[in-house]
Each structure stands twice: as C-alpha cells, then as structure tokens.
C-alpha cells in the first residue's frame, strides 16, 4: 500500500537528540507505531541528516530542522553550552514551523514525541496544542539518579560515599552517572543537558522509557506513581525478538559504515561460543594506555576476538599489534553489532555499557564483562553485575586503568570460569523475558496499544 493511500489512525512526530544511540531506539519506535497504524515522521537536525547513512525506512516519513548549526552540526559549536542554548533557540522556532507545515499538509500531528534530552520541544507542543511525550534512551534507574538531582534531593558534589534512592539498589559513589559523580571533570552543558530533563517533566502527556517492566520493576513502581510512565522496549528491530514487523533486521541509520562481510565471514568458522566482542560504541575513546593495556589483555586470553575500533582511534594501536594477533583476533572500524551478537560464535561481549548496547546483548541473550567509561555507563555496569546478574565488572585501578590481567580474568570468568553458567544462564532468561515483553501483549505491547488509543482520540 502507497504510503499517501493508507488510512492512518493518528500521526506522531518523534524528535531524537542528533546522536546515534538516540535515533536508534526512537527510529524503532517509529517503526512499532507504524505496525499499529500511527503515522511516524522522524526529525533530525539538518546537518546530521546529510552526514548519516540512511536506508529507506519503509512507511516512515523523514523530516529535517535547525539546530542553528546546518554545515558543521555539534563540532561547528564554538562550545557545548553554545550548541545547546543555540539548539534550543534556534530548533523551538524551526520544530514549530515544522509542526505547522505538517498540519498543512494534511496529515496533522496528534504528538510530539522528543527526546528528554530536549525538554524545550515539550513547551512548543503545549504552544500548538500537540500532546507532548518525552522519551527517555537511558535506564528508569538513571532517570531517577538525574530526577532527584534537578529536584535538588540529592545535592552535587556528592556528600556520602552511599547513595540511596527510592526504587534503587545501593549505589557507591562511583556507580552513580559521571557526570554526578565526577561533575567537576567535564563542561557544565553536559550536566545541564541531563538534569535538565526533568524540569518541566510533570508538564509531560506521557513519558516513554526504553526498558521493560520486568528489568527495572523496583523503581518503575516508583516513578510511575509520579507520571503517565510506560516502558516501550526493548527497541531490538523486530526480527530479533518477536519478528511480527517484516524485514526489520536493523536500524536503518548508521553514521557509520560497518565491515559486514569481513565480520560475518571472519565468525562463521568460528566454535559456538569461543569469540570475545568487543565495542566501546560511537563515542568513547580511551586514552592510549588504557587501549594498551585492554590489547594486550585481549591477547593474553589466547581467545578469539573481534574488536571494533573506530578509524580515529586506530593509531592507539600497539604497534604490530594487529600482525601478531592476526591467528586469533580481527580488528575493523565499525561492526554490524546486532549481527554479530546474534552470531553463535559469540561468548561474551566486552563493552563500555552504553545502555543501547546493554539492552541488545540482553535481548540477545549475551553475557557481559562491563568496562564502564563515562556518562550512565557506571549505573549500567552495576546493573549487569548485581541485578541482572549476567555479566561482571572489569574493575579499573587508582589510576583509572583496567590493567590487562583484570581484562584478561573477568573474560575467563565470564566464558569458563566458576559464575559462567549463572551468567549464562542468567543471559538466557533476559532473552526470554525481552521477547515475552515486545511480542503480542507483553508489557511493552499492551503498552505501546494503550499510547495508541491515547492518540486515536486525542
């Protein structure tokens, strides 16, 4: 069916923050309320939009506005505060016209779904009339940490080497977001930009998280009795969990190019289960003696192992390192992570605990050894290990390093060693329960239908 000829129920315009571990999961969103016959129109900024790899996603319209940046993007930003003040400026005017012209057009907005990173989009939706949903890619226990931040209730710096919080496991000062924990060692718009997600949140129609009720139930029970909070995830393409929307294999949006052919190539002759992953995603980088020692400690598992490492983090090589290794590992510069999780070759994945790479392991079934960098990394780490409990932590020194014997014991721990089948086991039973929850009236399901008919009527 055309995609102008079909009757649609509602329409929804989703605004992700410009960053690759925000479109995904709100580009699958999209994709699930197309399935239930929503109109999904996803908006990016107008630079990004020309410096990404798209795919044509298949019923999902896409739009572009002004970040006040259209040449350079993020990088064109004489600082981060700049960007974020001109974003916010700049994009309020630009969202609007855009809603306007999509009313225009035939195909009026019922929703304005954004990014809880921009929480000034939730006061353009209030100026039109738009029901304004804020969605959240990070976990409900992160939110909360943020929440009671802004709110005051939790002072920065930390005071006490023990945070404690209604809905959350005990957390040590370090399992708490750097940005909490170490606020003093980055620029105060990052700080901002995630606090300030919660400033006008009890304004919100709705608040979306990409999780699902049985990985964060504690304190789901918790943030639900303060708004209209529903779980939506985990946002898997579909063919990787409950496969009823077609063709969905993958995101449809890379800023980078993956090395398919030489990944899946390189692990089908692989034994089931001998192969370390390792990704640290789009945007961290390690310092050159960290990269170092992390190599060395790959090597010294005398495991198979697939690495990705960014083009611009290349040259932190050890030098020859990827000549010696050559038997047992391979190097690329991006990887087509779904793929490759879902590959039987695979044992376990090293990562950076980036919450999108934490839900795809968990959807697929994949132990982790944690290796935190920055950001909500911390929280997800202590959440793999000590609630999830399928994975552990490669814990780092006083100089911040995770020295290459600790890498090189939490892999042998987790592959072989006395907690593996638990972490195995444990693996399994979240593959489960992710495909019970997404598939046709789990939680999320019944969840997504119920935002639905809020929007059919609206």
Known sequence: MEREQRAWLAHALVLPYPGQGHINPMLQFCKRLVSKGVKAT?????????????????????ETISDGFDEGGYAQAESPEVYHSTFKAVGSESLANLIKNLNDSGHPVNALVYDGFLPWALDVSKQLGVLGVAFFTQSCAVSNV?????????????????????????LEASETPSFIYNVSLYPAAFYYLLVNQFTNIDEADWVLHNTF????????DWMAKRWKLRTIGPTVPSMYLDKRIEDDKDYGINLFKPDSSACMNWLHDKPSGSVVYVSFGSLAELGVEQMEELAWGLKGTKRYFLWVVRAAEQSKLPGNFIEETSEKGLVVAWSPQLEVLSHEAVGCFLTHCGF??????????????????????????????????????ARPDEKGIVRREVVDLCVR????????????????????????????????????DEFVATLVKS
């Open 356 to 393: 999108n790479s934490v839900l795809e392991a968990l959807s697929l079934g994949v132990p982790l050894v944690a290796m935190p960098h920055w950001s909500d990394q911390p929280t997800n780490a202590k959440y793999v290990e000590d609630v999830w409990k399928m994975g552990i932590r």
């Open 213 to 220: 009720q049985k990985m964060e139930e504690e304190v789901l």
């Open 42 to 62: 996803l908006a990016n900024t107008k630079h990004l939009t020309k410096s990404m790899n798209i795919d044509p996603t298949s019923m999902i319209d896409l």
């Open 146 to 170: 943020y929440y009671h931040v802004q709110r005051g209730l939790l002072p920065v710096p930390l005071s006490e080497p023990v945070v404690q919080l209604p809905g959350l496991p005990l």
């Open 413 to 448: 721990e987790v592959m072989e060693g006395a907690k593996a089948k638990e972490i195995k086991d444990n693996a399994r039973k979240w593959k489960k329960l992710s495909k019970e929850a997404i598939d046709e009236g789990g939680t999320s399901d019944r969840n997504i």
